[in-house]
């Protein structure tokens, strides 16, 4: 019986031991990055393959977070190209932004009953489910612009 208790008390204090000398736990992870967008290729249809369309005429593309407009029934994602701030507005289908296109006066100094006044000359494009809307004046935003989505359809 000795020997038993004995033993007994060894093993519980080698196990004591064992614990209390045991590695502390991993530290937790940072959460996985999320995976990138992949897109479907081909032309410019919607936002992901618009960025897809830019950065694969080389320029620079980056999320630049949410953006609204009242003259758009939807709200937009701003992005950042070259630099230079640029919104895209993305609709349900084709037809909703052809729709919303149609309220855009020729030199887009109106939408629909909004009159803009704009900082510098507003570009105006659309390809398939998006508008994009271009502030401003860089003539080589422009070009990139115009090689991925076509011509303006309204602007200056």
Known sequence: MK???????????LA???ISCASPPPPATEPAAPPPVVSH????TDYV???????????????????????????????????ENVQ??????NEEAEA?????SPDGSSI?????SWIAP??????GKIIVLYVGDDTTLINVLESVMGPQFAGR
Do not use: C, K, W
């Open 3 to 13: 020997h038993f208790l004995a033993f007994t008390i060894i093993t519980i204090t």
């Open 16 to 18: 004591t031991a064992g």
């Open 41 to 44: 290729g081909g032309p410019v």
């Open 49 to 83: 393959s618009l960025f897809d369309n830019l950065r694969a005429a080389g320029a620079s593309v980056v999320p630049a977070g949410d953006i609204s407009q009242p003259f758009f029934s939807v709200t937009g994602n701003a992005i950042t190209v070259d630099g």
């Open 88 to 93: 895209v507005f993305e609709y349900a289908d």
């Open 100 to 104: 919303q296109a149609a309220l855009v």
């Open 112 to 116: 629909g009953t909004t009159m803009a």
């Open 122 to 127: 507003p570009h105006f494009y659309r390809a």
